[in-house]
């Protein structure tokens, strides 16, 4: 995915790396060996795309003032902190090795310490809503809690070759688009706009995460190895069929049979690259797209309700930029 919208507003103003700078401070402690663990991903670095939201959500009435600035940068990296130790227990539940080009926490300090790692970013997360008030404090808990239950849907359907396409949005709408929710919904928060505001940055933020993970689960099908940075392919591997492999199966025919053929288990090398030839060459990954941009569409008919502005307009461009990412 190339660079967002987001990042070229607010890289104008420099918050890029007030985020950076405040994401490593967040994790600080007097502890040296809990700073390197509990700052490893971070410094791995990050698209930082939920901050950004934020901060760009923030300003959708109107550049905002240094206070409002630091403020909507703090709720943002509440969302990131989250994601980054959601991220830890992801790579201990996964066993993987590697993550943004380096090795993982668990790889380089065992599971326990990238366990208890990612329970303190999220206890980091938690105080830095609560400083921001009540309101962005149980938002950011129940996401949380979302998060863990579209992290369980998918986990009960793995190498589950019937799942229902309705379970798979669910899982993508718990563990990735809430957080996009309440990033840009954080932003209307601090910047004390009205519900009607407030609600549509939500929604924005919703829709545009179901586009993000449908690319995502796109671009693991359709990128080589050498593009991902890892085999592509992975989620077959694992056992997690998303959209693009589900709408293939979907479509029946011979190209559906030879490729239940092939899942519902662990697939070696060569099994893996026929199942991803199937799903390239056979109409899924076309019909993924074509979704995909369906969500953009509903995240910039969220923007209608917004006040016309250089956020709004970063909004706006924010989901075709995603889609434009996929090749087919």
């Not at 559906?256 to 109409?283: P, Y």
Request: glycine share 10%.
């Amino acid at each position: 995915m190339g660079p967002s919208p987001f990042f070229a507003l607010a890289g104008a103003t420099a918050d890029v790396q007030r985020i950076e700078t405040a994401l490593v401070d967040s994790v600080r402690t007097s502890d040296p060996y809990l700073n390197e663990i509990a700052s490893h991903l971070i410094i791995a670095g990050g698209k930082r795309l939920r901050p950004l939201l934020t901060v760009v959500a923030a300003q959708v009435c109107g550049p905002s003032d240094p206070e409002l600035r630091e403020r909507s940068i703090q709720g943002g990296i509440s969302c990131e902190l989250v994601q980054t130790g959601s991220l830890y227990h992801d790579d201990v539940m996964d066993e993987a090795a590697t993550r943004r080009g380096v090795e993982t926490v668990n790889a380089k300090w065992g599971n326990l310490q990238a366990i208890l790692a990612g329970d303190f970013l999220l206890s980091r997360a938690s105080e830095i809503a609560a400083s921001l008030g009540t309101e962005v404090a149980g938002l950011l808990a129940r996401t949380i809690g979302r998060l863990c239950e579209g992290q369980i849907e998918e986990l009960r359907h793995t190498y589950n070759t019937a799942r229902p396409e309705s379970s798979y949005m669910a899982s993508i709408s718990g563990k990735t688009a809430s957080l996009y929710a309440t990033a840009a919904r954080i932003g209307g928060i601090v910047a004390g706009f009205d519900a009607s505001l407030t609600d549509a940055l939500t929604d924005y933020g919703e829709a545009y995460g179901i586009v993000f993970q449908i690319v995502d689960d796109l671009l693991d099908i359709t990128s080589t190895d050498d593009q991902l940075g890892k085999p592509a392919g992975h989620d077959m591997v694992e056992g997690v069929y998303t959209l693009p492999v589900m709408r293939t199966l979907q479509a029946g025919g011979v190209p559906a049979m030879e490729l239940l053929g092939l899942l519902g288990k662990t697939l070696d090398t060569a099994e893996r690259e026929k199942a991803l030839g199937i799903v390239r060459d056979n109409g899924g990954v076309a019909s993924a797209f074509a979704t995909a941009e369906e969500w953009s569409m509903r995240a910039i008919k969220a923007c209608d309700v917004l006040p016309e502005s250089a956020a709004t307009d970063a909004l706006r461009a924010a989901p075709a930029a995603l889609v434009a990412s996929v090749l087919l």
